[in-house]
């Protein structure tokens, strides 16, 4: 299972919706616009891979990512038992930012991005999750967002043995802990394990939107304007 890793990541703010797939969460994040975020998504890497120096304050940004689960951890060590892990869809709307002073001075480089996720319970998940890290420099931590990449046509199905293969029956293609039907190597337990009946954490209940997992999207910049971010 490949993954992305964005430093410097917060919660800016959530909303619940309801779509053709039903009810679910927009999470909305800022990160770090880091070198190796923009290499993973294709952002600025000429034909040599070389890096290009960012001309705008702000633009859209192209390239989404069909996730499996993120895990969002907080960067103070006290904080780090409050890590919130939870089972997402996609990731898009990716967006560059360049923060500057009061005096137009460049201060550092954001992207910011939304998770999509239809977990139950997720917003309260959030909630909890924000009141107990603060909004101290602490609380900025590490977003790690996993992902399957898309089989080409012709190559043999994953050896998924060493991680006890994919559950089928709650649909969600999150590969088992080997030797656990209960629990998703994302450290979730599975919704569909009937077992001896016993219930697990709020994360258990996972609903899908789509049709299986897609390899990220890739993409520069693709809407660009000249108003900085105070």
């Excluded at 919706?17 to 290499?39: H, L, M, P, Q």
């Excluded at 192209?62 to 060590?77: R, S």
């Excluded at 967002?145 to 999150?174: R, S």
């Excluded at 697990?200 to 993409?219: D, T």
Aim: charged share 25%; hydrophobic share 35%.
């Amino acid at each position: 299972m490949a993954k992305v890793i964005f430093r410097g990541a917060r919660v800016r703010f959530a909303d619940v919706r309801e779509g053709k797939a039903g009810v679910y969460t927009r999470i909305y994040v800022t990160a770090v616009f880091s070198d190796v975020v923009r290499r993973a998504m294709g952002w600025g890497v000429n034909e040599d891979g070389v890096l290009t120096p960012m001309i705008v304050n702000s633009g859209k940004l192209g390239g989404e990512i069909h996730a499996t689960h993120i895990i969002l951890t907080p960067n103070g060590k006290e904080l780090r038992k409050h890590e919130l892990q939870l089972d997402v869809e996609v990731v898009d709307d990716f967006q560059y930012f360049r923060v500057t002073d009061s005096d137009s001075e460049s201060i550092s480089e954001e992207v910011r991005f939304t998770v999509h996720t239809a977990v139950s319970g997720a917003a309260g998940l959030l909630e909890n999750y924000m009141r107990k890290i603060g909004t101290s420099d602490k609380s900025v931590g590490q977003l790690r967002i996993a992902y399957e990449e898309q089989m080409e046509l012709g190559e043999p199905p994953a050896d998924d043995a060493e991680e006890g293969g994919t559950c089928v029956d709650c649909n969600n293609g999150i590969a088992l802990v080997d030797g656990d039907p209960t629990m998703h190597v994302s450290g979730q337990p599975c919704a569909a394990y009937e077992g001896d009946g016993e219930g697990g954490p709020a994360l258990a209940s996972v609903a899908q939107m789509g049709s299986g997992h897609r390899k990220r999207g890739r993409g520069q910049i693709v809407e660009a304007t000249a108003e900085p971010v105070n």
